[in-house]
């Protein structure tokens, strides 16, 4: 089944301990990205790379790191992490650079942090 | 600032009922406008797409009318049935891009 796979599906953490989110997709898509969701603020972009070893900053980059060392996996990293991280994450791919055939996203990542 | 402007943030309509979500944007470069459909827990899908070379697009219940010289777009849910109750997001990309600017979301409420 082609899907996009992102771990854990729920994480409880403290205020400054190194996480990492994985994301891996199964359908050799070049584009993946990293959005975050918050009550009233809808979808936002963290980061996203065109394919291996190129990655960009979205439109809320702080805090985040990415990785792209392998076509199928995109990596999330919250190095310190903080409580306006609280969020639900999720990772999507895409075929196309134009987006004809869309996004196929994760079912999120949802992130609490104390 | 706010590329897509979406409205309303939530809408109930009775089951039968026309939906109606509209979506303006400002950058006149976008030229493709998808339409994603998020279920509680689930990452949003695909649900219908659009390039302005077109004012209208039709997949089953759905449609989507798009207005190049207003920069509108809006989605229409004909026969509103509960099971469509969802959030729903407008989005817009231009061409040579991956990147998608989602509007803020709209909560759907289908009553029975």
């Known amino acids: 089944e082609a899907q996009v796979t992102q771990n854990p599906r729920y994480l409880i953490t403290v205020t400054g301990k190194k996480l990492t989110v994985t994301c891996s997709q199964n359908?050799?898509?070049?584009?993946m990205s990293w959005y975050r969701q918050d009550p009233g603020l809808g979808l936002r972009q963290i980061y996203y790379?065109?394919?291996?070893?190129?990655?960009d900053k979205g439109d809320v980059p702080e805090g985040y790191k990415v990785s792209r060392k392998e076509k199928r996996n995109f990596p999330l990293i919250l190095e310190s992490p903080s409580p306006n991280q609280t969020s639900l994450y999720f990772c999507?791919?895409?075929?196309?650079?134009?987006?004809?055939?869309?996004?196929?996203f994760g079912s999120g990542t949802r992130l609490t942090v104390v | 600032q706010q590329q897509v402007k979406q409205s309303p943030q939530s809408l109930i309509v009775q089951k039968g009922g026309i939906s109606i979500i509209n979506c303006a944007y400002e950058?006149?470069?976008?030229?493709?406008f998808p339409w994603y459909q998020q279920f509680p827990g689930k990452g949003p899908a695909l649900l219908i797409a659009?390039?302005?070379?077109?004012s209208e697009k039709k997949e089953g219940r759905f449609t989507i009318s798009f207005n190049k010289s207003a920069k509108q777009f809006s989605l229409h849910i004909m026969d509103s049935q509960p099971g469509d109750s969802a959030t729903y997001f407008c989005?817009?990309?231009?061409?040579?891009?991956?990147?998608?600017?989602f509007g803020k979301g709209t909560m759907l409420l289908v009553s029975p």
């Open positions: 950058n006149t470069a976008f030229d493709y």
């Open positions: 999507a791919s895409s075929l196309s650079r134009d987006n004809v055939y869309g996004y196929t």
């Open positions: 359908m050799n898509h070049e584009y």
């Open positions: 790379s065109m394919n291996v070893e190129v990655t």
């Open positions: 989005a817009a990309s231009r061409e040579g891009y991956s990147t998608l600017t």
């Open positions: 659009i390039r302005p070379d077109v």
